[in-house]
Nanobody, 125 residues
């Protein structure tokens, strides 16, 4: 079982910055061999993937955050970060950390998805 705990959300003015953290724990789970994602969900909208970092350290960003957000990780702390700069009111959302594992068994592979509890980010204009 993998646990993900986000922190770092809050209220910030437009143009400001925040850094979110996602601490992973549970069994032998290690972020340096698993892809980690950040999603967000604004009121009345679907949850969207905004960035991820692969096991080998490659990163991808949604167009809406490219150039303003940066994902990184500290393997020693088993923690992933989301640095958010030049924040806009439309960045207001609950931000979630996500990962998954695949377990091989006699009946094939089974995927398990894990989500954090979410952290609220509110950007005022």
């Amino acid at each position: 079982q993998v646990q993900l705990v986000e922190s770092g959300g809050g209220l910030v003015q437009a143009g400001g910055s925040l850094r979110l953290s996602c601490a992973a724990s549970g069994g032998r789970f290690s972020i340096n061999v698993n892809a980690m994602d950040w999603y967000r969900q604004a009121p009345g909208k679907q949850r969207e993937l905004i960035t991820n970092i692969t096991a080998i350290g490659s990163t991808n960003y949604a167009d809406s955050v490219k150039g303003r957000f940066a994902i990184s990780r500290d393997n020693a702390k088993n923690t992933v970060y989301l640095q958010m700069n030049s924040l806009k009111p439309e960045d207001t959302a609950v931000y979630y950390c996500h990962t998954w594992t695949v377990v091989s068994g006699p009946r094939g592979n089974r995927r398990y998805d894990y989500w954090g509890q979410g952290t609220q980010v509110t950007v005022s204009s």
